[in-house]
C-alpha cells in the first residue's frame, strides 16, 4: 500500500519538464532518499517526461502528461501516462555513443539513461493510455 | 523563462562558452545556437566551462554530439572543463568521457588545446 501519492498534470511542452524536475525532486526528498539518488529520479523522470512530448506526442503542445509519485515503505514509483503513439519496444535499441557522434544524432539517450538510473522501468499500453512505470527501491 | 544561458568570452583564438542554470530539452536550442555561433564565426577551438550548470539532460548532451564530429573535421574541438560532480556523473554515465576532453578546470583544458598546437 502507498504511504504517500502526488500528482502532477503538465501540458506536452518542454517548458514545464523544470516543473516536473521541482515535483519529483520536492517528494522524492520527502520520502527520505539520499540526494544522488533524488537527482537520478529527477533526470529518470524528465527522460520519459521529454520522450513524451517529442515521440508519443510527436512535438505536439497542450496534450496532458500526468506524473504520479508513489512513496512506499521500500521504494519509490513514478508513473508517467500519456495518450499518445504507443511506445515501441521493438523499435528501440541501446544507442552506441561512437556510432551516435559519427552519425551527428542529437537524440535517443533517454530510455538508456532512465535504465541505468533506475531499478526498474516498464511500459505498458491500458485503456488508451500509456504508462511508463519506473521504480527506485531504497537501498 | 528560461533557467539557462550561455555567456560568451575568448582568451586567444579559444572560445569560451560559460554555460549557467539546467540544460534540458527546453533549453537545449540555446547551446545548438551557441555552437552554430561560434562556427559561424569560424571558432572552432570551443571550451565548454560548467562550473555554473546545475543540470544537464540527455537533449544537452545530444548538442554536443551532434557537433564534434564535424567541429574536429574542421580542425577544432570541444573541450569540457570544470563541471559540478552531479553533472560529471551524467556525461560518465553515457561514457562521453571517452569521445571528449573532459578536465577539471578551464586552465586544464585551455593547457589541451596549447598542446595540441590548436
Redesign the interface.
Request: glycine share 14%.
Given at each position: 500500500m502507498a504511504v504517500d501519492t502526488h500528482t502532477l498534470t503538465i501540458p506536452s511542452?518542454?517548458?514545464f519538464?523544470?516543473e516536473v524536475?521541482e515535483f519529483v525532486t520536492s517528494h522524492a526528498t520527502q520520502a527520505g532518499f539520499s540526494e544522488?539518488a533524488v537527482?537520478q529520479m529527477k533526470?529518470a523522470v524528465?527522460?520519459a517526461c521529454?520522450n513524451v512530448?517529442?515521440h508519443s506526442y510527436e512535438g505536439k503542445g497542450g496534450q496532458p502528461i500526468d506524473i504520479c509519485v508513489s512513496s512506499y515503505p521500500d521504494k519509490l514509483v513514478v508513473v508517467i501516462r500519456d495518450k499518445g503513439l504507443k511506445f515501441d519496444r521493438a523499435a528501440y535499441k541501446e544507442p552506441d555513443?561512437?556510432q551516435?557522434?559519427?552519425s551527428?544524432?542529437?537524440?535517443?539517450?533517454?530510455v538508456?539513461?532512465m535504465r541505468?538510473?533506475m531499478d526498474s522501468v516498464e511500459y505498458k499500453n491500458t485503456g488508451g493510455f500509456n504508462e511508463c512505470c519506473m521504480t527506485k527501491f531504497r537501498s | 523563462m528560461s533557467n539557462f544561458s550561455v555567456g560568451f568570452r575568448s582568451s586567444g583564438h579559444i572560445q569560451i562558452l560559460d554555460l549557467k542554470g539546467e540544460l534540458d530539452a527546453h533549453t537545449a536550442s540555446e547551446l545548438e545556437a551557441a555552437i552554430q555561433k561560434c562556427q559561424g564565426n569560424n571558432q572552432v577551438h570551443i571550451l565548454i566551462n560548467g562550473s555554473s550548470l546545475m543540470y544537464i539532460s540527455s537533449a544537452g548532451l545530444g548538442v554536443f554530439m551532434a557537433y564534434i564530429e564535424e567541429i574536429r573535421e574542421n580542425g577544432g574541438d570541444i573541450k569540457i572543463a570544470a563541471l559540478q560532480p552531479k553533472v560529471y556523473n551524467v556525461f560518465d554515465l553515457l561514457g562521453f568521457p571517452m569521445l571528449f576532453d573532459i578536465v577539471d578546470s578551464e586552465d586544464d583544458a585551455l593547457g589541451k588545446f596549447e598542446s595540441s598546437n590548436a
Open positions: 511542452s518542454t517548458s519538464l523544470e524536475r544522488g537527482e533526470m524528465d527522460e521529454t512530448i517529442e555513443l561512437l551516435f557522434a559519427k551527428k544524432k542529437a537524440g535517443g539517450f533517454g538508456h539513461i541505468k538510473l | -
